[in-house]
């Protein structure tokens, strides 16, 4: 089948749609079936699972044959072309009501993403990225700000789910608070990289990510022209981080994160 990455972008936006589509009109019914994965803070919805469902059905009829890896369902990364699947990215904010979540489809081959779409039911709007076409939000392409001094930069950071862990972090972005211009926790990491590739944040680093809430957005993220370090790529910064950041900060950021003991967390 087809693999030029700008084809296998029409895919995850058509089939992102329709999982979007479904996710935002089945809300009120789907957060009254609420489970927990991890810890008591690390929630599934109904919707998180019936999303999944509809997104390998669509791929299975589009593309079929190709494995799929999804956060609910899980599978397996493998030689040649993957699909990695984020049914609702930002769960915790869409059962509150929050408007601020996506859902996140890559495709990936040899486990490297080359195309990627994240669809933002409440609003409407999608980013996209293929490998070597630039990232774009509704047809404007994105390119990362052009920061250079980190202490007028706004740096975007998660918590990861076990509370012995967020403690640690939260003593790390206590102790970087006063060298930034300022922090956001969304609870999106696909945004929060999509974000990086706008330019609406400067930077942004997190730990404990799964394949699926990176595989999307770190793609808009380098193809916007940001430095992007995935999982075992910085052991500096620990074995599961995942750090992107505009060039003109990367270096200071990097040495910042480590210093303040990023890396122990």
């Keep these: ?134 990232a774009w939000l509704d047809g404007r392409r994105l390119a990362v700000s052009p920061a250079t001094d980190l202490r007028v930069s706004l740096l975007g950071y998660g918590f990861a789910y076990r509370a012995d862990r967020r403690a640690r972090q939260a003593r790390t972005w206590a102790g970087m608070a006063h060298l930034l211009r300022d922090i956001r926790r969304t609870g999106a990491a696909a945004l929060d990289l999509c974000a990086v590739a706008a330019g609406q944040l400067d930077a942004y680093a997190e730990h404990g990510l799964g394949r699926w809430d990176w595989a999307a957005g770190a793609l808009l993220a380098r193809e916007a022209g940001a430095v992007v370090r995935l999982p075992g790529e910085a052991p500096e910064l620990g074995a599961d981080a995942v750090f992107t950041a505009a060039p003109g900060i990367a270096d200071a950021l990097f040495e910042t994160l480590v210093e303040h003991g990023f890396g122990e967390v």
């Design 1 to 134: 089948m087809q693999s030029d990455p700008r084809a296998l972008v029409d895919i995850a936006v058509l089939v992102g749609r329709e999982a979007g589509d479904l996710v935002r009109t089945t809300r009120s019914a789907a957060v009254s079936e609420v489970d927990t994965k991890s810890t008591v803070t690390d929630v599934v919805t109904a919707a998180d699972r019936a999303s999944e469902q509809l997104v390998r059905k669509r791929l299975a009829e589009l593309r079929p044959g190709e494995p799929v890896i999804g956060e609910e369902e899980g599978g397996d990364a493998v030689e040649g072309l993957t699909w990695v699947v984020d049914p609702i990215d930002g769960t915790v904010n869409y059962l509150y009501g929050i408007p601020h979540y996506a859902v996140s489809i890559a495709a990936q081959v040899d486990g490297v993403s080359v195309a990627a779409a994240v669809v933002e039911p409440a609003s409407g709007r999608v980013w996209t990225a293929a490998t070597g076409a630039g």
